[in-house]
């Protein structure tokens, strides 16, 4: 097992366990404020920080998995053998975003360091740190994509060229012969 299976492993396993607390701690505060009539005042906070962590590690796993939702329309009007080249482009714009993130990041860091938070008095920067953690994530997902010819670039293009679930299917209109439905007939 190499080095970043291990840390892909890590980071799926800290996603499972944010959710869970998410959840724990989400299901305590509605039992709290509305069965024993005193409500948290730490668990808004705190589910907040954890949605935080959640979106940004996510974002890196669903980059991974080829699940983030893209616009195909360029895509599929260039021909086929076009298409491994846009999904380079594509991440290299990605990865140009994200660099400039992670440049950034340091100042950002430095700044929030010095604010607390409301209630539960952490310093902000453990909650800013998610932004350029996922960055730095997603960023050796694409270079690895590139390095990798058996691993699946982030931004390769996929054509699908049957209907999936998520396409309508094409309607015919009724027939003479069809039937209309009960609340349809006069």
Known sequence: MTVWSWVEKLVLAVIVMLMSVLVLVTSYQVFSRY???????????????????????????ALKEGRHLGMDILSRRIPPQWRPRLGVFVDAVVLAFLVAVLSIAPEILEITSRQRSAVLRVPMSLVYLAFPVGAALMSVEIVL????????SPGQVHIETQPT?????????PGPDTVAPEGDRK
């Open 165 to 173: 679930a998520t396409t309508a299917p094409e309607l015919e209109p």
């Open 35 to 61: 069965v024993l009539n005193h409500p948290l005042r730490w668990s808004e906070e705190l589910s907040r920080y954890l949605l935080v962590w959640i979106v940004f590690l996510g974002a890196w796993a």
């Open 145 to 152: 994509g590139w390095l990798n010819p058996q691993r699946a």
